[in-house]
């Protein structure tokens, strides 16, 4: 007998009455600011391109040298047979570049997040989170089966208290670097001493902040003047302000090496194509290089900022590319989100889960692609919302 998934029907249902249904869109342009979407021009504020990298002639270029020289494929798991000398080669240059001994590549920061603290912790041992972190890393806490404790957001009065029980195992604290729905940086300073005081690890998740805070974009650790004896654990990803796909993790030989022999999701999954490493080895030298993307974001955040509080948006504590304007309920945000579209302007509604129930929001992301005459498009779309409501 055929069994059908009826049953799933009545909360598919639910979720679309309570605003938190969700669907793609679909584009038929690469990123950029001004793109096609389902068939229409729109103007967009919703990619995490921060630096504008993902479409940039050299890291094409890299891209198809890379399929002329490996294919399109790399046939296997790094430690089967896929860890070409591109992976290799890369990851030399990703510990150059954030200044640690090793880096490890994995397939996305979700898996990377998910290896690492499953490989480094257990039962017995605990792991500290900040209400707002991301889902990998809430989710590699479950997985690791630690004992899970979570604060609310950026309270280290809370972590320091949580911190002080701790009694026995490994402690482990995993934190955002940036907030990736609300911008702001975690207090990475104050973090570390208490990790110090408490013997306990800390890993920075800097999906957010790689490639557009800190010296030549080498992250939000750097931006706090900490290394590897602060923060021995950093991951960062590759899909966003790099501008390809894929993650990393940097720290001492022994914790690669570590990841190496026990982190599952990076042992039992194919390797990326080459192709994917060797475009990221461009765009890694135009992070490095190219500082005037990084100096074009904070121009246009500042203009942003400023036209917003003129016509009166209520504005998050945020210096990054990540601008959200809370809208508070998930139909709110999403009758924004709708209106934004009829203007021809694309900016996603964050609902719950992805934020707390109650903080659903536009979340604006800005790219170094953008010029000053988008960001007043959007100034002058976004001061006809309908605020009152909020
Ligand atoms: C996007 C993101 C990830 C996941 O990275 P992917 O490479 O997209 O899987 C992890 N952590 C944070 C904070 C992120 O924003």
Redesign the pocket.
Known sequence: MITSLKSLQPELERRKQAHLYRARRVYDSPQGPEGVVDGRHVLSFCS?DYLGLANHPEVIAAMQRGAETYGAGSGAAHLVSGHSRAHHVLEEELAEFTGRPRALLFS??????LGVMSALLGRGDSVYEDRLN?A??IDGGLLSRANFKRYAHADMDALQSQLQGHAKGEALVAI?GVF?MDGDIAPLDRMATLCRGADAWLMV?D??GFGVLGEQGRGTIDRFNLGLKEVPIM?G????AVGT???FVAGSDELIETLIQQARSYIFTTATPPAVAEATRASLRLVQKDEWRRERLKTLIGQFRQGAEEIGLPLMESETPIQPIVAGTSEQALKWSRQLEGEGIQISAIRPPTVPEGSARLRITFSASHTPEHVERLLEVLSGLELSEA
């Open positions: 995490n996305t920061g979700y898996m990377a997040n991301h990998s890393l955002d990736s998740d999906a957010h991951m990803t590759l899909g966003k796909s894929g993650a």
